[in-house]
Structure formats: C-alpha cells, structure tokens
C-alpha cells in the first residue's frame, strides 16, 4: 500500500505489488474469455472449484498472473462474482458465473476435487 504525494481520481492510496517473475498471462476472464491457446486446467479449476467451495455463492475469475519453473502458479488480481455483487464493479454477479460455465470444460483436476 502506498500513499500518493497527490490524490489520484480520489484515491489518497494505491496497491502495487512487485513485478511477477516470468510470463504474464491471463488464463480466463470476468466474462466469457479463456484462453485456448495457453489454457490451463489449473486456473480453469481454481474457478470451478470456487464456486462449489463456496457452496455457490462466490466464484474467483479473472485469473491471471505466471507460471514458475516448478510449475507452480502465482495467480494475481482476481476478479469475484458474488450472489449479491458485493465486490465491485467486476462483479457480475450470477451472470458472470453463467458464463464462466458456458465456457469451461471440466478437466482432471476438477474431477479430482469432486
């Protein structure tokens, strides 16, 4: 967290976080995007799995973020939608859960998961 020298639209503070080793890639969206190309099952699960965790009431989407030599994930800035669309402007609530499903497959780690 950091104060500015000068209000910025409002906003006395900002978030910043260091920069992401490797190379930054959004996996799906707040909407309907996934991407195909360089998909991967474990954010696409991360999402589904959300969503049954939290017993249908909050889904994490809007994954992105890197891959590391390990070929571990550091996910960063989601985006969340809620029955209540109580997180924002990104937050579309069931819609956006809607189309998450419209676009996803469910893979071996969603299986896996129950």
């Known amino acids: 967290l950091m104060k500015l020298d000068e209000p910025m639209d ?7 976080e260091e920069q992401l080793p490797g190379t930054f890639l959004k996996y799906n969206s707040n909407g309907k995007f996934v991407n195909q190309k360089e998909k991967s099952r474990t954010a696409q699960a991360f999402s589904h799995f959300s969503y049954h965790s939290s017993e249908s009431r909050l889904m994490v989407t809007d994954i992105q973020g890197t891959k590391l ?6 996910f960063t800035d989601p985006a969340i939608h809620s029955q209540k669309r109580s997180f924002g402007e990104s937050d579309i609530g ?14 071996q780690i969603c299986v896996r998961m129950g």
């Open 10 to 16: 409002g906003a006395e503070y900002i978030s910043i």
């Open 69 to 74: 030599p390990d070929n571990s994930f550091l």
């Open 94 to 107: 069931p819609t956006g859960m809607k189309n998450f499903f419209e676009n996803h497959s469910c893979n």
